[in-house]
């Protein structure tokens, strides 16, 4: 393999140390990376709005959210904890600060890759954002994506 195409790879994450609490422990362990509350509310949306047909968790460049295969759309619903939301600007947890910076620059340059392959293969990207899918913003973000989606797929908005 190449120099520059080794130092493309992102970082290995080191190990998380041990947890202080068995709740903490409990609540990380919990974290799902299917079928999360806010995926779920996307679909239900998309439902709603007759842009049907797309596939969950598809498995080309990327593994996007959602997915319509034969017209290349996919989807990324992205936590703003994990996934850095530049919107939300969050601060990164105060114990174990070396594995978090690590972790999340890792998050997101994953992310950047899998949009950067999925678009060099033809396909349109959209992420949605977790704040975005709150009660005050979730009808202005509807608003604007599903006439977009609605152009991509070949469907009547």
Same mark, same amino acid.
Not at 77 to 82: P, S
Not at 88 to 94: F, T, V, W
Not at 138 to 143: L, M
């Given at each position: 393999?190449?120099k520059?195409?080794?130092s493309?790879?992102?970082?290995?994450?080191p190990?998380p140390?041990r947890s202080s609490?068995?709740?903490?422990t409990?609540?990380?362990k919990?974290?799902?990376r299917?079928?999360?509350?806010p995926e779920m509310?996307?679909?239900?949306k998309?439902?709603e709005?007759g842009?049907r047909?797309?596939r969950?968790q598809?498995k080309?460049a990327?593994?996007?959210d959602?997915?319509?295969p034969?017209k290349?759309?996919?989807?990324f619903?992205?936590?703003?904890?994990?996934h850095?939301?530049p919107k939300?600007? /969050?601060?990164?947890?105060?114990s174990n &600060?070396?594995?978090w910076?690590?972790?999340?620059?890792t998050n997101?340059?994953r $992310? =950047?890759?899998?949009?950067?392959? /999925?678009?060099?293969?033809?396909?349109? &990207?959209?992420?949605?954002?977790e704040?975005?899918l709150?009660?005050?913003t979730? $009808? =202005?973000?509807?608003?604007t994506l /599903?006439?977009?989606l609605a152009?991509e797929?070949?469907k009547?908005?």
């Open positions: 393999m190449a520059a195409e080794a493309l790879r992102p970082q290995k994450v190990r140390p609490s068995e709740a903490t409990k609540v990380m919990s974290n799902k299917a079928n999360t509350k509310l996307v679909r239900k998309l439902w709005a842009l047909g797309y969950l598809w080309t990327g593994r996007p959602i997915a319509w034969g290349k759309v996919a989807i619903v992205n936590g703003c904890f994990w850095r939301c939300c600007d /969050l601060p990164i947890p105060k &600060v070396e594995y910076v690590v972790k999340f620059e997101v340059e $992310d =950047q890759r899998k949009i950067r392959e /999925l678009e060099e293969a033809g396909w349109t &990207v959209h992420v949605i954002w704040c975005e709150k009660k005050d979730i $009808d =202005q973000t509807f608003a /599903l006439p977009q152009e797929l070949g009547r908005p």
